[in-house]
């Protein structure tokens, strides 16, 4: 197991983000960049935001970055619920066309149509088909065996309990008079959408209500997400180097903020007698990077940071293994 692979173990046995002495935050932040379905994780930001040695902004910004970034499976399913959108859209049409065209389509054929869906709304409005064609007994068959051809959950169980209860009624009251004023409130308060709107529909239609649809006021201004602007990974002013842990073992923290302009950052690490065995680039002016020193010696080393073409800042660490 490489290095990095073992940190990412130890981010994902739960509790160990907390283990500051095994997790750092530049161990942290680069496991969670490479991981960016990291940054979806409540828990794991709850965790991080818990730490003694809090992880600096500037940090915590590289990490959130992996909110826009989508994995396999959300690829997959962005691209399952288009085609689902597509599907429900073409189906739709065709359903509308098929019930408001000047020629009426034939009941078999609607029925025909709504079975190939096969969803829960298609089979409850089977049983409304019927019951406007004048078949009662058979629409009411229709509801009732539903429950028994498809499973339902939680939503769909209420709705259809609801609409079931409605058309029970409406079979018991084929002939809407004032009376029924008190049961269509109650069916106008139905948790079904669909059960509301027919029962209101029905007490305008027969002038037991006076009612005016709600319409929306487009607002004009513009509404956008508030972002944080970007924290700055160290003060100009404060300009440094530090290596931790010192004496250190398998890995070292190069923690450092220059007050360089050059474009390119790089370190170097040599031994007591100046000969240069390690080297690596930095991408920043600011930032805590981790170098892997398994391949060294136990003994003292120093660093040199790179700006352009010259030192700017060195340190002194030791290897003890």
Known sequence: ?????????????????????????AMLRDIMVANPHSAKSEILLQELDMRLDPMPEYMKD?????????SAKE?????RDLDLQFYNYGFNRLLSASLTDTTPVPVDTLMALLAADGSARSLLQQAWVLL??????????RMASIPN????????????????AFMQWLIQNPVIEEEATDALTDFIQSPS??????????????????????YLVPDLTKSVEVK???????????????????????????EYSLMDTFNSYSYEVSDQAGKIVKKGSLGKSADQTIIDTRDLT??????????GSKNVASARFVISK
Do not use: C, W
């Not at 590289?62 to 989508?70: A, C, R, S």
């Not at 690829?75 to 691209?79: I, N, Q, V």
């Not at 136990?298 to 700006?307: A, E, H, K, P, V």
């Open 1 to 25: 197991m490489n290095l990095k692979n073992h940190f990412e173990h130890l981010l994902h046995s739960g509790s160990s983000i907390n283990r500051e002495e095994l997790l750092n935050n």
């Open 62 to 70: 590289e990490i959130l970055e992996g909110v826009f970034v989508l």
């Open 75 to 79: 690829l997959m399913e962005a691209k």
């Open 132 to 141: 406007e064609a004048g078949d009662t007994t058979t629409a009411a068959n």
């Open 149 to 164: 051809e498809i499973n339902l959950d939680g939503a769909d169980v209420t709705e259809h309990e609801e609409q079931m």
């Open 193 to 214: 959408n669909a059960v509301s709107s027919a029962a209101r529909s029905i007490m305008v239609a027969h002038n037991l209500l006076e009612y005016e649809e709600p």
């Open 228 to 254: 944080k602007p970007k924290a700055q990974a160290f003060s100009k002013s404060n300009e440094f180097i530090r290596i931790y842990p010192n004496p250190g073992k398998d890995f070292i923290t190069l």
């Open 298 to 307: 136990s003994g003292n080393y120093y660093i040199t940071l790179i700006s």
